[in-house]
């Protein structure tokens, strides 16, 4: 969790965490949220996580609702849980970028279907969601995206 400060974005996310682990609908996931360090930081473009650690754009953040922050963190706290920095460790070092949307089309599937309506959660404009690849797991998807080019 984040500390205690004025800085505006790191309290909105610390709020939006809150409310995502105080909802029944995401509250097994609230034990992940806690692991690790959680920073706003301002050379960050977007969202990342090294697997235990996320930080969050200060500009990113800005341009995001409540709802798609929520769904950001969650985002984030789903590489963690299926630990993707370390299963796909390999596909990561052949081809990052390739790597990640493959793992991010895996998961806001999976987020996207615990709030299709978005009354808690909302899937940002930037997000990637693809329902061709329902089912598969992120090295399906990477092996159909590289064959894509």
């Known amino acids: 969790m984040l500390p205690v400060t004025k800085d505006k974005e790191a309290r909105r996310l610390s709020k939006v965490k809150i409310s995502i682990m105080r909802n029944p609908k ?30 969050y754009g200060r500009e990113f953040i800005k341009t995001l609702d409540d709802k798609e922050l929520a769904f950001v963190v969650l985002h984030e706290t789903m590489h963690k849980a299926y630990r993707h920095m370390a299963m796909w460790k390999h596909l990561y070092k052949e081809e990052p970028r390739l790597a990640n949307m493959a793992c991010d089309y895996v998961i806001n599937l999976l ?39």
Request: hydrophobic letters at 30%.
């Open 111 to 149: 987020i996207h279907d615990s709030d299709p309506q978005g009354n808690e959660v909302k899937l940002p404009d930037c997000a990637l969601l693809d329902e061709q690849y329902r089912g598969m797991d992120a090295g399906e998807v990477y092996r159909l995206l590289k064959k894509q080019g």
């Open 26 to 55: 995401f509250a097994l996931w609230s034990g992940l949220m806690t692991v690790g360090k959680t920073k706003v930081d301002d050379d960050c473009p977007t969202a990342c996580t090294n697997g235990r650690d996320e930080t």
